[in-house]
C-alpha cells in the first residue's frame, strides 16, 4: 500500500458533549471530504500488488474487490491498560464484569474503515435515489446522535457508515465476520428497501417527520 493520509478523527470532546453549532461544523465537515478521502482511499487501494484494477465506480460490485483489500490491510496493536481502565470507567454497571479485548484496531485501520464508511455510503445513495444524508440532532439517547447516517430505509432505520464499518473491522480483527463488504450492502438492500418509490426532494423532508423515530442499528456500543 502506498503512504496513507490517515484522517483525522480525534476529538477533544464526545458528541454528546458538544453543542449543535459544533455538531453541525462537524457534519458540514464529514460531507465536505468525502471526496477528497475517497480519494486517498482510491490511491491506497491502486498503491497495493493485486489490488491496481479496482475503480472506485460506486457499483455494488467494486465493494467486493474493497472488501478483500480492507481485509488484507487491517492492523491491530495491544489494548493499554489506562485505555481498558477508561473503558470500564465510562461503561455501565453491567459491563464492568465484561473482559475487554487486549487487541485493537490501530489508528489506521479505524481511519481506512472511516474512509470506506462514506464510499459504502456513496454506494448506497448513487445506487437508490430514495436515500439520503441525514443528521441527527435531536436526541441525545439515539445512538446514531450527532453522527451522518444514511436514511431513507424502511421502518426508519438508518445505516451509519462510520459505526457499521467499526464494527466490521472489529469482526475481521476477531475472525468472526464470514460476510464480504458487497454482503453487508446487500443485505441492507433487501432487508431494508422494501418501500414503494417514493423520493425524498430535500432535506426539509426528513426535517418534517419522515424520520421521527429510529430503529437502532445496533444497541451495543463499541468496546
Sequence with gaps: MKKYRSALLSFSKSFRDM???ELQALYNWYVSVIPKRIQ???EAVKGTSGYESWEPDFSPDSLELLGRWFAHTIKTRNRTREEKKEIYANAPEWFKHVKVSDETLTTQTLSLAFDIGMYVGQVFLKNNPRLRWFHELRRKDDIHYGY???AGFI???CFNPTHMLRVY???LMDKENKSTLKDLY???IEKYMELPDVRLNSRSDLDQGMFQKYVYTSRKRET
Excluded: S
Design 186 to 188: 446487500t443485505i441492507w
Design 148 to 150: 451522518p447516517v444514511i
Design 155 to 157: 421502518k426508519e432505520i
Design 169 to 171: 473491522a472489529r469482526k
Design 40 to 42: 486517498v482511499l482510491t
Design 19 to 21: 453543542n449543535q453549532q
